[in-house]
C-alpha cells in the first residue's frame, strides 16, 4: 500500500476494494509503516526482549511507540500472541508522556481510530482501552515510583536525554515481569551515553535505524529545506537527523567539539594556495586501503580543508583520475603525492593520466602519530578551518590515538590532510597564483 501511494500506481485488487474498505487500508499500520518501524518478528528474529528504535529527529519514532503499544493493548495478532493488560509509558518527565506520548500529534489519542479509542485520564495517569488494558504514564525522573508495579510490556521515549538513565531503566526492567514475553520498546535520538552503549551491545537487543529524511512524506518541506540543509552531514546533524551514535575517543589527537568550532561556510577571501593531498594505496585488490584524496587551501597563515575525494579499492587509473578531477575543479597549484608505498608508481601514474599537472612527491620518515600531531597542534591554534561538512575524514581524525584507528584500519583520509596541511603551513612553499573558488 506504501509503495503503491508512492509510486501513484494502484494495483488492480485496491482499486476493485469499495471505498469503506480502502479507508480502513489507508489507516491500517502494517499497511503505512517502513520496515524499521515494525517489530521484529519472523524465523530471524530471534527472542528478544528489548527493541531499540534509533532514529533522528522527526523520522517517525513517537508513531511507532504509539502503534506498538496500542496494538499490544488490543492484542493484535500482527503484534502479539494475546493482549497485553498493562503497559509502562516512561519518558523524561510526565509532562513529555503526557505532551508527546499521550497527546501528542503522533501519541495514543492521536491514532486513526479504529473502533476501539482509549480513554486517558490525567489525575490517575492512564490510558485504558475498553477491554481493559492499561497504560501508566512514569516519569524517569522519578526512577522510585517504578518499584513495585508489574508490566507485561514498556515504551520507553527518548532515554538518551533522561537525568537519570541508568537508574530508571534499570528500575523498569524489574517491574517487565508479566506474561510468557514481557519486552520493551526503546525510541530515542542518540548520545554517547552508557545506557545507549549498553543496549545496543546486548545481545537481546534488536536495532532499527531511521534518518529523518526517511519521513519527509510526513514533514514541512521547511524543516526539511531549512534544518536538513543546514546541519546535513556536521555532527550534530548526524546524531539528530540521521540517529548515529557519535562519539569521541579519549585518546584522539582531535574531538568533535573541536572540529565542529573549527567549521565554517566558506574561507573569508581568495585563497593564495591550493593542493590536492594523495596517499595511494599499495594495491587495488580487495581488503587494500583506500586512496586518501584531500584538498586544503592557504590564506595568510590559516588553512582551510575544502574537500575529502578519497575512494576505496580503486584501480591506479580510477584514483588518479578523481584525483586530477578535484585538482582541475578547485584550480589547484600542485599535487602532493606519498611515494612510500609504491615507489614512483603513483607519480608515473598520475602523469600518464595529465602531464601537465605538477606533481610533489614526499616520503614519510616518521610515523603516522607522529607526522599527525604537529597538525593536530595547527588545529588547537585555531589555524586550520573545515569548509561545510566531511565526516568520514573527521570520523578518522576523531578516532585517531597513538595506536591508530581503533578498528585497526589505514587513516587514509587522514594521511592526505597530514601532507595536505604539511605542505601549506608547516613547509617552506612557493609562492603561487591567487585563486579564487
Not at 601532507?419 to 597564483?433: I, M
Request: proline share 8%; hydrophobic share 45%.
Amino acid at each position: 500500500m506504501r509503495r503503491s501511494l508512492a509510486s501513484g500506481r494502484m494495483p488492480a485488487f485496491l482499486e476493485s476494494l469499495p471505498p469503506h474498505l480502502l479507508l480502513a487500508l489507508a489507516r491500517d499500520w502494517l499497511h503505512l509503516a517502513r520496515a524499521d518501524q515494525l517489530p521484529p518478528c519472523g524465523p530471524g528474529s530471534g527472542r528478544w526482549t528489548t527493541w531499540a528504535v534509533i532514529g533522528g529527529r522527526g523520522c517517525g519514532k513517537t508513531r511507532t511507540g504509539a502503534e506498538w503499544v496500542s496494538a499490544l493493548a488490543l492484542g493484535d495478532p500482527a503484534f502479539t500472541e494475546e493482549p497485553v493488560g498493562r503497559i509502562a509509558l516512561v519518558g523524561e518527565t510526565f509532562a513529555d508522556v503526557r505532551d508527546v506520548m499521550i497527546e501528542g500529534p503522533s501519541g495514543l489519542l492521536g491514532l486513526p481510530h479504529r473502533g476501539a479509542r482509549p480513554r486517558w485520564s490525567p489525575s490517575r495517569r492512564r490510558v485504558e482501552w475498553p477491554n481493559g488494558a492499561v497504560a501508566t504514564a512514569f516519569s524517569a525522573e522519578e526512577p522510585d515510583s517504578l518499584r513495585g508495579p508489574q508490566f507485561g510490556a514498556a515504551w520507553s521515549d527518548e532515554v538518551a536525554k533522561w537525568r537519570h538513565p541508568e537508574a530508571a531503566y534499570d528500575m523498569l526492567q524489574f517491574g517487565l515481569r508479566l506474561g510468557r514475553s514481557p519486552r520493551g520498546l526503546v525510541t530515542t535520538t542518540p548520545r554517547p551515553i552508557p545506557l545507549i552503549r549498553r543496549l545496543l551491545c546486548d545481545p537481546r537487543t534488536v536495532v532499527a535505524r531511521a534518518r529523518t529524511v526517511d519521513n519527509a512524506d510526513n514533514l514541512a518541506p521547511a524543516f526539511l529545506a531549512e534544518v536538513v540543509g543546514r546541519y546535513s552531514g556536521t555532527r550534530l546533524g548526524r546524531q539528530e537527523l540521521d540517529g548515529e551514535l557519535i562519539e569521541d575517543r579519549a585518546d584522539a589527537l582531535w574531538t568533535r567539539q573541536g572540529l565542529e568550532a573549527a567549521r565554517v561556510a566558506a574561507p573569508p577571501g581568495a585563497l593564495a594556495r591550493i593542493v590536492v593531498a594523495v596517499d595511494p594505496p599499495a594495491s587495488s585488490r580487495v581488503g587494500a586501503d583506500a586512496c586518501g584524496i584531500v584538498a586544503a587551501g592557504a590564506l595568510g597563515q590559516n588553512a582551510y580543508v575544502l574537500a575529502d575525494a578519497t575512494l576505496a579499492r580503486a584501480a591506479p587509473q580510477a584514483w588518479a583520475s578523481a584525483a586530477l578531477a578535484l585538482y582541475h575543479r578547485l584550480q589547484a597549484d600542485a599535487l602532493v603525492v606519498e611515494v612510500n608505498q609504491g615507489g614512483e608508481m603513483a607519480e608515473a601514474v598520475l602523469r600518464e593520466v595529465d602531464r601537465s599537472v605538477p606533481v610533489t612527491t614526499v616520503r614519510a620518515s616518521r610515523g603516522k602519530y607522529l607526522r599527525a600531531e604537529p597538525v593536530s597542534v595547527l588545529y588547537a591554534k585555531g589555524r586550520v578551518r573545515h569548509v561545510g561538512a566531511l565526516p568520514a575524514l573527521e570520523d578518522e581524525m576523531c578516532d585517531f590515538g597513538p595506536d591508530g584507528l581503533s578498528t585497526g584500519a589505514s587513516p587514509d583520509r587522514l594521511d592526505a590532510l597530514v601532507w595536505a596541511l604539511t605542505h601549506l603551513l608547516l613547509r617552506g612553499a612557493p609562492e603561487p597564483r591567487i585563486r579564487r573558488l
